[in-house]
């Protein structure tokens, strides 16, 4: 049906819902605001729950950060539901094609096999730690405080598991479709000793209660040492005589944490600056972390690069505490 | 491995094998931390789980497919709803009854997206099993979409009509928000198993076609494209979810068959809750769509009585039956639209949008669709209270009603087998008595009384003094409690409630379109007057 | 119980799932077809098949049976999905 109507003469009533115009105005918002603030339930809640039977459904003291608005810990990339999938779907489409130029030229399968059992005992593994972070996010997202934290931490969790899949994925171009190669990875993660450090630490991070904590541990401090690690560091060190043909696939899983850090580093700092208490928090939590997590890369660390680990492994905590002393927290 | 030079074909992956090969095995057995540490509610409701493994994934979607399908659907939306926006599309609905509804819909529903999202992502952490963990995760990023796509769709609506733009506040405060908020909340606050038994199972699985479907089916007949996309496209998630739900029973049946109890216990239980938080939904479809698509009784006819039917018949070989009052159901489906219009009508200062009598036709379409109840029962009121508006002096109630301690409907259900008695059923529990609208709650309670007495029951929290706006002064002497308490839930009073023929959605409606604010009545203002 | 007992799909109205509907209809005889606003609502006693090359056929290009997500709005039945069919069932 269609309509004539003087609708050139029609002005809106408002321009937006009264508590986005409260915070920013009687201004048209956008779509990350409509939805990144306010929806959570705040007062009035009916039960106790009975896996919390202390607390409430959502609670602020599920974390020793303390907030006097907890939507100042806003998303920068500004995702919302349609923009995070519209953006994943279209860098999965660019990937898609370096997966299919990979399998058609068999770039991984080609490599000497020396040179593949590395990319597996570096790599595959990562599959099972991803598994762990999407773990952790989504504990995030479960006991967070507020819509603009838990619906990012949700897409975290969802995008940890399209990065451990990613990680399947090149096990299979290395080892044809077998799955040759995730079994080995499995096991590796399970039982070679140089691998426990790190899945003691994240298996720790699963009874870690404090969800902050979890935040600054998983996605700053262990996140910002892997990832440089593996995909800069280790990556550079097959790209030397190996050629580039792991990197194209590699790339992927750096920037995806390159978009994803803007999002960790605007959380993390924006808590630190709230007030003192949080500040020495998050630097107690990170510094601890931090400390683990290179523990727990050595002797990873000296199996793949020998004795050019200490040195690689120097320059991933060098460039993480750069990272750290811009946040404010000061190391 | 392939020895180099002398590669082999790659094996082509079928869909399950890939699946299979990315997702398995992504779990390990913790060594580290104890598991009972790690998962630490799983255990207190009693399911048995022997095996998680045994967990089939019905849909077998990698990450990599669900972004590139979800971003498919998200782009198809997103261009009609800015097509909407730009064309003004507010302006091409029927008329500005139809808005009502979406009032309920903001206000009401959103709400319960996000804490489904937030449920789902409780358990998208606690349960043990990788394929359910990622069910779990992938369900609550959906309800994550749904709540925005609503807000997105209905948020030009809120530029041009009074009602919408408070909702989160509105959300946690309205007396009759109450029943989807507690709705939800029960759900959440309880264990994983029950969680996933009452949402994903005896909701989705049973009863939300029965709302979206026609509901939604109705928004596109009334000319709201926004609306329908959303909620077309919302339910596309649905048919993934309800399918998580059937898994989710046939896997706690199979498992262990001391679940089979818990989980009867849990359909009967949430089958009652939903079906009272859809009479919300009956009301909207039967009175607030002035084009109707179905009735209310033909919906749980085929929703509820056929496909129904048709899963408790496929469950009946685990020992599962139908739920507990199915049969009052049944037999209120001709009843229960009319007697929730009869309050919102007579409480109409005390809601968040106006409400009408329906027309001389309506009450026709009314008669044909609901032969055994709308002439005997309800005509005759809606008659009446007609002459009233005539004369003037038109029907009001300005006390509030009883709610029941469970559903947190008022107490205006009637007797199964009598629709001019109410039912009132109490109890007491530690020297206080508590009232219910029915059997159903009544047994809802009494299994878990310590749950149902911390109910923030709205109307009770009013008449203590709990629901003043901040800076009020109770001892004033122009201090009136039910203005402040409406204050309070962000209920503009005057502007907000009352009769439609008085609203001014109504009359700006009239000014800007020149067509009547109600389909079904004449207009009321000289804008629509000139023109026709 | 014999396996009678309906199954159905539901589906956006629109072009692109016409020649899905078609297929529908050719592959399950005992189909029936319910239009709404919007909306088409397939019934089908026990089971009901959709067959990727019936899609194909009538659509002239490749179709993965996934892309049935874009325009599904519900379903009843248990769900099997393979590359070449995707089947809704009851069991009992």
């Not at chain 2, 789902?120 to 994550?144: K, T, Y």
């Not at chain 2, 204050?487 to 379109?513: C, F, N």
């Not at chain 3, 659509?59 to 039945?77: P, T, V, W």
Request: charged share 25%; with cysteine.
């Amino acid at each position: 049906m269609s309509v004539d109507i003087r609708t050139n003469s029609v002005k809106p009533i408002r321009n937006t819902f009264a508590h986005l115009a409260r915070r920013f105005g009687d201004k048209p918002a956008s779509r990350y605001q409509e939805i990144a603030y306010d929806v959570q339930s705040e007062v009035n809640f009916h039960y106790k729950p009975l896996w919390d039977p202390d607390g409430e459904i959502y609670d602020k003291r599920r974390t020793a950060i303390t907030m006097a608005d907890w939507y100042a810990l806003k998303d920068p990339r500004q995702f919302y539901y349609g923009s995070y999938t519209t953006t994943r779907a279209k860098q999965q489409d660019a990937l898609d094609r370096q997966l299919d130029f990979a399998e058609k030229r068999d770039l991984l399968r080609q490599l000497p096999e020396e040179v593949r059992a590395q990319i597996v005992f570096a790599l595959l593994p990562l599959r099972h730690y991803e598994w762990g972070a999407n773990m952790n996010n989504c504990f995030i997202s479960a006991y967070g405080y507020g819509t603009a934290i838990t619906q990012a931490a949700i897409m975290a969790t969802t995008d940890r598991l399209g990065m451990a899949q990613h990680i399947s994925r090149i096990g299979l171009l290395v080892d044809g479709n077998s799955g040759e190669s995730l079994t080995r990875g499995r096991a590796l993660w399970i039982d070679d000793p140089a691998w426990q450090g790190l899945r003691r630490r994240i298996e720790r991070l699963f009874v870690t209660r404090d969800w902050f904590e979890v935040m600054v541990a998983q996605n700053l401090a262990l996140d910002g040492l892997v990832y440089p690690f593996f995909f800069q560091q280790f990556d550079k060190h097959i790209a030397a005589s190996h050629g580039t043909g792991l990197s194209t696939l590699t790339d992927y899983l750096l920037r995806w944490h390159e978009e994803t850090a803007k999002w960790v580093d605007a959380t993390v700092k924006t808590a630190a600056a709230e007030n003192e208490q949080n500040r020495a928090a998050i630097v107690g939590w990170f510094l601890a972390w931090r400390e683990a997590g290179i523990d727990a890369l050595k002797p990873i660390a000296e199996r793949v690069l020998g004795d050019a680990a200490e040195a690689a492994l120097g320059a991933v905590a060098a460039q993480l505490d750069a990272r750290a002393a811009k946040l404010g927290l000061k190391v | 491995m392939a020895a180099d030079g002398d590669l082999k074909p790659i094996k082509k992956l079928s869909l399950k094998e890939n699946y299979a090969l990315l997702t398995r095995g992504l779990g390990w057995e913790p060594t580290y931390e104890k598991k009972e540490e790690i998962f630490r509610t799983i255990d207190f409701e009693g399911i048995k789980i022997h095996d998680w493994e045994k967990w089939e994934d019905p849909f077998r979607l990698t990450m990599d497919a669900y972004w590139k399908y979800q971003g498919e659907k998200e782009r198809k939306l997103y261009a009609i709803i800015d097509a909407f926006q730009q064309n003004n599309g507010q302006f091409n609905v029927t008329d500005a009854r139809y808005v009502q509804a979406l009032k309920l819909f903001l206000n009401g529903i959103v709400g319960l997206e996000y804490a489904s999202h937030r449920g789902f992502n409780i358990l998208g952490r606690e349960f043990p099993g990788v394929g359910p963990r990622i069910a779990a995760q992938m369900q609550a990023i959906d309800e994550l979409r749904h709540a925005t796509t609503q807000i997105h769709a209905i948020s030009h609506y809120n530029r041009f009509f009074e009602g919408m733009a408070d909702f989160p506040h509105q959300f946690d405060r309205v007396w009759y928000l109450s029943i989807p908020k507690s709705f939800f909340e029960d759900a959440v606050s309880s264990g994983p198993f029950e969680f996933i038994v009452a949402i994903s199972f005896a909701f989705e699985y049973v009863l939300t076609n029965l709302a979206f479907m026609p509901w939604m089916s109705g928004a596109a007949f009334n000319g709201d494209m926004s609306t329908v996309s959303f909620g077309f496209s919302a339910q596309s998630d649905e048919a993934r979810h309800m399918t998580l739900g059937i898994e989710v029973i046939k896997f706690l049946l199979e498992q262990d068959p001391d679940n089979v109890p818990l989980v009867q216990k849990w359909i009967d239980k949430w089958f009652w809750r939903g079906y009272r938080l859809l009479a919300l939904l009956a009301t909207m479809m039967d009175y607030m769509l002035p084009k109707r698509v179905m009735s209310w009784s033909e919906a749980w006819t085929i929703y509820y009585e056929e496909n129904g039917g048709a899963l408790f018949a496929d469950l009946a070989r685990y020992g599962i039956r139908p739920p507990k009052y199915a049969d009052v159901t049944i037999k209120e489906k001709q009843r229960v639209s009319h007697e929730m219009w009869s309050i919102f009508y007579s409480v109409r200062n005390a809601v968040g949008f106006p409400v009408w009598l329906p027309s001389a036709e309506e009450m026709d379409w009314f008669s044909e669709k609901y032969p055994d109840t709308f002439d005997r029962y309800y005509r005759p009121r809606f008659e009446h209270w007609r002459e009233l508006e005539e004369k003037g002096t038109p029907f009001t109630n300005m006390t509030l009603p009883q709610l029941c301690q469970v559903c947190q409907w008022p107490c205006i259900y009637t007797e199964p087998d009598d629709p001019t008695e109410f039912v009132h059923r109490e109890t007491e529990y530690q020297g206080e008595t508590f009232h219910f609208c029915s059997d159903g709650c009544k047994d809802i309670f009494c299994n878990e009384p310590e749950k149902y007495v911390h109910a923030w029951l709205p109307v009770h929290q009013i008449y203590q003094g709990n629901c003043f706006p901040e800076g009020a002064d109770p001892t004033a002497p122009d201090f009136n409690p039910l203005v402040a308490a409406l204050q309070y839930m962000g209920i503009k009073p005057g502007v907000d409630g009352g009769l439609m023929s008085q609203h001014v959605d109504a009359s700006r409606w009239e000014q800007w379109t020149s067509r009547p604010a109600n389909l079904h009545e004449g207009a009321i203002t000289q804008a629509v007057r000139k023109t026709t | 119980m014999s396996n009678i007992q309906p199954v159905f799909i539901a589906l956006q109205a629109n072009n692109d799932t016409l020649p899905i509907i078609e297929a529908i209809c050719s592959d399950n005889p005992q189909a029936q077809v319910n239009e709404y606003p919007a909306m088409v609502k397939i019934n089908c006693p026990g089971r009901m098949v959709i067959r990727r090359s019936s899609v194909e056929e009538r659509m002239g290009r490749d179709f993965d049976l996934r892309e049935l997500q874009i325009n599904l709005i519900s379903l009843a039945g248990e769900v099997d999905e393979s590359e070449d069919e995707f089947v809704l069932f009851w069991k009992a």
